[in-house]
């Protein structure tokens, strides 16, 4: 399985932004697909995540009410749109998907099988 992410960019506080994120190779039905984050010097951190089978979002505080996730089926793509961006969400975005995560995991990086490449959101003051 392959994750191929896209769509960071550089924007000025309350800005938005969509991030896509391509899976090729596993269609995860059942499974999860997460975006996680990390900003220089700090550790890699939850994002949100969306349960494939239900729909159900499951967001980090810091960004719920900003952020949502969503998905192309015919497209095999999920995105994370983010709006209201603040200097504090500047990161590297990566996508990843698991198979067998649930509620109680679906926030470790340990839980997820396969991760795309980051990409780059800059905030700006």
Request: proline share 2%.
């Amino acid at each position: 399985v392959q994750l191929q992410a896209s769509g960071g960019g550089s924007v000025q506080t309350g800005g938005s932004l969509r991030l896509s994120c391509a899976a090729s190779g596993g269609t995860f039905r059942n499974g999860v697909m997460g975006w996680f984050r990390q900003a220089p010097g700090k550790e890699r951190e939850f994002v949100g995540a969306e349960f494939r089978s239900t729909g159900r979002g499951i967001y980090a505080d810091s960004v719920k009410g900003r952020f949502t996730i969503s998905r192309d089926k015919t497209k095999n793509t999920v995105y994370l749109q983010m709006n209201g961006l603040q200097p504090e969400d500047t990161a590297l975005y990566y996508c990843a998907a698991s198979y067998g995560a649930i509620l109680s995991s679906v926030g470790s990086a340990e839980a997820y099988n396969y991760w795309g490449q980051g990409t780059q959101v800059t905030v700006s003051s």
